[in-house]
């Protein structure tokens, strides 16, 4: 079971600076509840590709002494059974929900510079779009209660206003991700550089630790 940390820092600076992470250790077991019972227990390997590089990083682990299952400590940049980084994935959903690029356009993004090893198919494409669509239900109706904590004016909200006119839950979700992070700057100090393009990357931290599983 993975655990998905922060740890502000790009693909490339965790893969030549692991050892010197500050990688956390649980506190509290998440599959028997028990406390300040884990201990370290190496780590995998783990394929993390771009558009132009294919990474091969490590991912911590962690035992619980007390029912001996393990935790794995992923980095946000990456999402549980996918290979591309989140960047990346996150550029495909929202040529396709946000700018109705085709799939040829997405296809050829970035392709100049990239390794033809390294660029997604329009197989691979069309899965992540399918994959966040069918999730965005549930996530969207998370994203709306919190932001509704805060402030039930906003136009995510309002059910005469913009939300109804999107296309789909995706779409809805991406611009409800927008508005998240807006949120969340006021909140924490440690997000002041997050911007657009780390709206996923903060969906994802925020939502796995809510329990709300996949996002792709």
């Not at 997604?120 to 709306?144: G, H, I, K, M, N």
């Amino acid at each position: 079971m993975p655990i998905v940390v922060e740890f502000h820092c790009t693909v490339q600076y965790y893969h030549d600076h692991f050892e010197e992470l500050d990688i956390p250790r649980p506190r509290d077991c998440p599959h028997c509840q028990a406390s300040d019972t884990f201990i370290g227990h190496g780590f995998y390997w783990r394929k993390a590709l771009d558009r132009w590089q294919d990474y091969r990083i490590r991912i911590q682990r962690w035992l619980c002494k007390a029912c001996r299952h393990t935790v794995s400590i992923l980095p946000s940049f990456l999402l549980r059974h996918r290979h591309y980084l989140l960047a990346v994935i996150q550029d495909v959903v929202t040529a396709h929900f946000e700018e109705d690029a085709s799939w040829g356009q997405i296809e050829q993004q970035g392709t100049t510079e990239a390794d033809d090893d390294c660029v997604p198919s329009e197989r691979t494409l069309r899965r992540w779009c399918a994959s966040f669509d069918e999730q965005a239900p549930r996530w969207l109706a998370a994203v709306q209660q919190t932001l509704a904590q805060q402030d039930a004016t906003l136009p995510l909200l309002d059910p005469l206003g913009e939300a109804t006119a999107v296309r789909s839950p995706a779409s809805a979700l991406l611009d409800g991700a927008t508005q998240l992070l807006a949120w969340a700057k006021t909140e924490w100090a440690e997000l002041a550089d997050y911007g657009l393009n780390d709206r996923l990357r903060f969906l994802w931290h925020w939502g796995h630790a809510r329990g709300l599983g996949r996002l792709i």
